[in-house]
């Protein structure tokens, strides 16, 4: 199905997918009453978060990572909660442990809201997607929330395991501090564990200082360069 406002593959999914794959491509102004009848009819969680800032489009992007592997970039969509579950499932207790800090690895529809209901105009969840025909696979995910009282945001990455070290760490960060640089953030903080040193490695290399350890976790942080700010903005 065909909209000018994106496109939505219903082969295959369930009724709650297809209503939510429709749902995302409708017109924005009826959005939320879309999603509140479909909420009457019990076609979609009764909890189902919505926000109502419109799918930011310019920030799709292809890239090419440094092993050659070629991903499409784009911002979550909120009918993407099989894609993103199905990537968190898929994620090894080590990864998942460094990503969250937390054994835990139930990943249910309440907590996977905060991953795809996003409020664009201060938070981000980009997507590293492989396109495989019409089959989206997410490879990464990456998402900053904005901290209102510094302007600075909070950064986590996740690669899944079996395409760690070809490079898609990188293109999200480089592609995450383009979007905050251009939307007037001034930096980024991250929490690492110690012995995280793949991500200890990728954020130095980004150019972020650690600040100060607490209970295990270095927290690190880097001040964009104001001019280079600026000049994207
Ligand atoms: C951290 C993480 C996102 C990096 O993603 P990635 O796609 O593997 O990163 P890249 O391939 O772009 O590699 C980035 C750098 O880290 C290094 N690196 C990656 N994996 C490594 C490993 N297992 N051991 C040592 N260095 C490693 C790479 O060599 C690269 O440096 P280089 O460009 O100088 O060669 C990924 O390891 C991950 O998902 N970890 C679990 C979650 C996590 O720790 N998140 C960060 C805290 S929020």
Redesign the pocket.
Same mark, same amino acid.
């Given at each position: 199905m065909v909209t000018e406002y994106g496109i939505a593959n219903l082969r295959g999914k369930s009724v709650r997918e297809r209503g939510m794959n429709l749902i995302a491509i409708s017109h924005p102004k009826f959005r939320l009453w879309l999603l509140e009848e479909a909420r009457k009819l019990s076609l979609v969680y009764r909890d189902q978060v919505y926000r109502s800032v419109e799918y930011p489009e310019d920030l799709e992007a292809w890239k090419v990572? +440094?092993s050659g592997l070629r991903i499409f970039l784009r911002p979550v969509k909120i009918s993407d909660e099989p894609l993103v579950k199905e990537f968190f499932y898929s994620l090894s207790d080590k990864?998942l442990y &460094? &990503?969250f800090a937390s054994a835990r690895r139930d990943m249910p529809h309440s907590r996977i809201q905060d991953f795809i209901a996003v409020d664009f105009s201060r938070d981000m969840v980009i997507l590293a997607l492989l396109i495989r025909g019409d089959r989206e696979i997410v490879i =990464?995910l990456a998402q900053y929330s904005k901290d209102e009282r510094d302007r600075t945001a909070e #950064? /986590?990455? %996740? %690669?899944r395991d079996d395409?760690?070290?070809? =490079? %898609? =760490?990188?293109? #999200?960060h480089i592609y995450m501090t383009s979007i905050a640089k251009k939307r007037g953030l001034v930096g980024f903080r /991250?929490? %690492?564990?110690e012995g995280? #040193?793949?991500?200890l490695? #990728?954020i130095k +290399?980004m150019g972020f200082e650690m600040v100060a350890v607490d209970g295990g976790a270095k927290e690190m942080r880097i001040i964009f360069d104001q001019d280079e700010a600026r000049k994207s903005g």
């Open positions: 990572t +440094k990864t &460094r &990503r =990464g #950064l /986590a990455l %996740v %690669v395409y760690q070290c070809q =490079g %898609v =760490g990188t293109i #999200l /991250a929490e %690492v564990l995280n #040193l793949p991500a490695k #990728l +290399k």
